[in-house]
């Protein structure tokens, strides 16, 4: 036995899905809305609670524009579950880095952190957490990348290296700078003396010295192997010595990519292996 939803009387079913006594009972309950708002003309926005006037087709109206719809559906539970799928969807993650290029975009962000600047404790905050974030980034290897890019286009594009020349003049005039550069060379020095065999013939040490005369301006004496580095210490003989360019010679420093086919070493591809990204993967993989 069910109750009937008009006339509340109790009936018979064979159907679960029953829910009136008679088709007479089932137009009577749905004429109910209609007439209730009959005789209404003027009715209250449920969300703004502005004055609507209802046309005779659109007496359940209940909003008075889609706006205060959704924004009364968005505070629904059924709302709030969607908000919460669709801000973890692909779909809202590029939609808001296209907004965020955009100008309006970026004007809104402006805004937004000229507000927010205006609050002292906000802002020691997040230069307190800025600081932390960069310390961790500049250790990754896309931090290190990033910021090898970064010094190429200043040195190169930017006007860094007329810069830097005259700063160089600059700072070695100082006694710290003679001091230390002083200090560099006799390290040098000492390195190459323990990388040198004490059983080197006369001919090879002529030939090293040989190689050394041919250096022109702009140009260094590299140690394909070189001399100070974690996994090994090449030796100061003339099988490791190689001419090279100054800015070759200064980005290479002292890397070394072990266990590659012999021939490959003070190649150009080699210079350029270590010059390539892809270096310090190489190296985190031993």
């Known amino acids: 036995m069910k109750k009937c939803l008009y006339c509340k009387k109790p009936f018979d079913f064979i159907l679960n899905r029953k829910k009136y006594c008679s088709g007479n009972c089932k137009s009577k309950y749905f004429k109910i809305p209609k007439l209730k708002f009959y005789e209404v003309n003027y009715k209250n926005c449920e969300y703004c609670n502005k004055k609507i006037k209802l046309n005779e087709n659109g007496k359940k109206r209940r909003f008075c524009s889609k706006g205060c719809c959704r924004k009364a559906y968005r505070?629904?539970?059924k709302g709030k579950l969607g908000a919460y799928i669709y801000n973890r969807s692909?779909?809202?993650?590029?939609?808001?880095?296209?907004?965020?290029k955009s100008e309006h975009g970026k004007l809104k962000r402006r805004l937004q952190y000229a507000k927010l600047r205006k609050n002292k404790k906000w802002?020691?905050?997040r230069n307190k957490d800025r600081k932390k974030w960069d310390n961790d980034y500049r250790k990754t290897l896309k931090g290190k990348l990033a910021r090898q890019r970064?010094?190429?286009?200043?040195?190169f594009e930017r006007g860094g290296k007329e810069k830097q020349e005259k700063y160089r003049k600059?700072?070695?005039k100082r006694p710290e700078a003679i001091a230390r550069s002083k200090f560099r060379f006799f390290k040098r020095q000492a390195l190459k003396k323990k990388a040198t065999l004490k059983n080197l013939t006369k001919e090879r040490e002529q030939k090293i010295i040989e190689i050394y005369k041919k250096c022109k301006k702009g140009y260094n004496v590299d140690h394909i192997i070189p001399l100070n580095n974690p996994f090994v210490c090449g030796l100061n003989v003339p099988e490791n010595l190689k001419i090279i360019k100054d800015t070759e010679n200064f980005?290479?420093?002292n890397r070394f990519i072990p266990f590659l086919d012999y021939k490959l070493y003070g190649t150009k591809k080699y210079y350029k292996m270590l010059k390539s990204p892809e270096y310090l993967k190489h190296i985190k993989s031993f």
């Open 123 to 125: 802002l020691a905050k």
């Open 150 to 155: 970064y010094a190429r286009k200043w040195y």
């Open 251 to 253: 980005s290479k420093g």
């Open 75 to 77: 505070k629904t539970d």
């Open 90 to 100: 692909i779909k809202r993650k590029l939609t808001s880095k296209k907004y965020a």
């Open 170 to 172: 600059i700072y070695f």
